[in-house]
T-cell receptor, first 115, second 110 residues
Framework: EADIYQTPRYLVIGTGKKITLECSQT?????MYWYQQDPGMELHLIHY???????EKGDLSSESTVSRIRTEHFPLTLESARPSHTSQYLC??????????????FGNGTRLTVT | KNEVEQSPQNLTAQEGEFITINCSYS?????LHWLQQHPGGGIVSLFM???GKKKHGRLIATINIQEKHSSLHITASHPRDSAVYIC????????????FGKGTKLTVNP
């Protein structure tokens, strides 16, 4: 039973469109993350958040933006989608801010295809 | 920056076999994670460990801090264990700075 939800599961969209990938968790976790994963490749962190109104860029440069207005919600937005954005996007969350290391909980991912 | 290497890249086994997947890293870490990714793409956290050994069902994870090495063992493997197993390390900045290995694709045949 998933405690972290991503929608949509699959998305095919044309170049230039604005898209928002949704991620919500019901565990009350402070820390949330967005990872990008190309087929057969490793995950790369693109954004993370320590809590409400906190967002940081990850190690992989991304043209996407994120917001954290509510603890449970961490949407990712692409203002103008391009074919180079085609990838899988995985949302994850982990524990309270006071916890130095805690297990990650992942959503099922969004497979984005930009035509 | 930490470098995480997994071996083997691909592994095929017969049902019932004992499986070992290895992970090596280059610099000191605060924790190491083992993750399982199924063909549909979803990822499940199997273990997070910073020392010693952890066991959950048929899965065992060990870590040797001095040698910068961890192993994931699967006893009595089953076709449902077929997945990609990913090793990831946390540096001393916390879990948001995970460095991931490329994964080991395991196929268990009946």
């Amino acid at each position: 039973e998933a405690d972290i939800y991503q929608t949509p599961r699959y998305l095919v969209i044309g170049t230039g469109k604005k898209i928002t990938l949704e991620c919500s968790q019901t565990m009350g976790h402070d820390k949330m993350y967005w990872y990008q994963q190309d087929p057969g490749m490793e995950l790369h962190l693109i954004h993370y958040s320590y809590g409400v109104n906190s967002t940081e860029k990850g190690d992989l440069s991304s043209e996407s933006t994120v917001s954290r207005i509510r603890t449970e919600h961490f949407p990712l937005t692409l203002e103008s989608a391009r074919p180079s954005h085609t990838s899988q996007y995985l949302c994850a969350s982990s524990g309270p801010l006071s916890s130095y290391n805690s297990p990650l909980h992942f959503g099922n991912g969004t497979r984005l295809t930009v035509t | 920056k930490n470098e995480v290497e997994q071996s083997p890249q691909n592994l095929t086994a017969q049902e019932g076999e004992f499986i070992t997947i290895n992970c090596s890293y280059s610099v000191g870490i605060s924790a190491l994670h083992w993750l399982q990714q199924h063909p549909g793409g979803g990822i499940v956290s199997l273990f997070m460990l910073s020392s010693g050994k952890k066991k959950h069902g048929r899965l065992i994870a060990t870590i040797n801090i001095q040698e910068k090495h961890s192993s994931l063992h699967i006893t009595a493997s089953h076709p449902r264990d077929s997945a990609v197993y990913i090793c990831a390390t946390s540096d001393w900045g916390g879990s948001e700075k995970l460095v991931f290995g490329k994964g080991t694709k395991l196929t268990v045949n009946p």
